[in-house]
């Protein structure tokens, strides 16, 4: 580790740092078909707080109005998604619902539709984009915004991939559940959000050989994800290969070996 991270890390290796209670937060990664699969990046600002600058995957952190969805819920049960995720149904129905809206508010993508086999194939439109901001700046809760569309979250459409913890060290931190999904057929991702100041569509493979130039920052989380997806062939594969998966919660630990820190995920 490098820069203000690695201060931090040392600071917290030293005994002068107590670590923060991790915030419930959820990210997906969204997938599509090209001449080989693609997932969907944003650059955070350099201005955030958290992972500025970094290139990531849409996501944020659970919204208390996250947990009231039940009744507007289509697919595996969130008891399924809890056993996966390796918590409660309560816990794992707030990640999904946070990984729907998170998506729609940073990509204009929205996981959800009018009935249990269909799904919206349009959200470009002046109103939609009312929504989505209200969303973002929370003058509207995410259930609310399902039922007044007369929509049902699409849980069926996302596959948990992953969960991760963020160091001990980090002032800012979050438990994270990633998730797949593909892109819905007739919707377009959007460079909308006001937390991103470039966003993409690229191979996993291409990703990871950006970052391992020094051409693109990610946190290890974002990094792993691409490095694991370039495995495979197509999109289909990658949701098959996602319901096959152990997913184990990993927290990056810090070594330290004299006046350097590095982070290991093992």
Known sequence: MTGRMAEVALEYARGTRTPADPRPASTVVLVRDAAAPEVYLLRRQRTMA?????????????????????DSWSGPSPEWFGERLGCSGAVA?????????????ESGVLLA??????VVDDTTGDDWEADRVALETRELGFADFLHRRQLLLRADLLRPWAHWITPEFEPKRY??????AALPTGQVTRD???ESD???WIRPADAVRAVDAGEML????TYICCHELSQYADVPAILAAAGDREIRTIMPTVRVDG???YLETT
């Open 50 to 70: 958290f992972a500025a600058g970094m290139t990531v995957f849409p996501g944020g952190r659970v919204d208390a109005t996250d947990s009231t969805v039940a």
């Open 93 to 105: 129905a707030a990640y999904v619902a946070a990984a729907v809206r998170e998506t729609f508010e």
């Open 113 to 118: 539709g009018p009935s249990p086999d269909a």
């Open 259 to 261: 006046d350097q820190a």
């Open 218 to 221: 990610m946190l290890p989380p």
């Open 175 to 180: 438990d994270t559940a990633f998730f797949v």
């Open 198 to 200: 470039q966003v993409t």
């Open 192 to 194: 909308v959000t006001s």
